[in-house]
């Protein structure tokens, strides 16, 4: 009987325990110390879960943050939403108030066509950086641009 304890006890930690290979080295590596013995252990980027140090032989769990767990944040989501507008509404307001009608009808034209501009390269910015609530807000104010465009040339 503790011979098939012992076995299904084995079972269980191979499944529960991930193997660690000292031969592994790839580019796609986080070098973690053990936090028992202190030892630099190498593991694949995207693993997780409990490991088995080969220097000690004790258990620990790895979890790395991925790009997943980033949260949403809304600060980010709102400045690419808004900021593309800003020299635009400016424009606007500019060529509505203070030049005549020539004027202000370049200047309100040459301000449209900056809104699209400033949006897709904040969604370039956004897509570098892999903030993924900023990219977001920029392709927001990249779809309402548009139809701006269409509205605000009517006038």
């Not at 900056?114 to 956004?126: E, S, T």
């Amino acid at each position: 009987m503790n011979i098939l304890a012992n076995r299904i006890h084995s079972a269980w930690m191979e499944k529960r325990l991930k193997p660690y290979s000292l031969e592994k080295k790839r580019l796609d590596m986080v070098e973690i110390e053990c936090p028992h013995c202190e030892q630099g252990i190498q593991l694949d980027s995207g693993d997780f879960g409990t490991f088995e140090c080969p220097f000690c032989q004790g258990e620990f769990e790895w979890r790395q943050k991925s790009q997943d767990d980033e949260r949403f944040k809304q600060e980010d989501f709102w400045i690419g939403a808004i900021v593309p507008f800003l020299p635009t509404s400016v424009g606007i307001f500019f060529s509505l108030v203070v030049f005549d009608y020539w004027e202000g009808l370049v200047v309100l034209l040459l301000s449209m066509c900056l809104w699209p501009v400033l949006a897709i390269g904040f969604a370039i910015y956004g897509y570098v950086k892999m903030k993924s609530s900023f990219l977001l807000g920029a392709i927001v104010s990249l779809v309402v641009s548009g139809p701006m465009f269409f509205i605000l040339g009517d006038i």
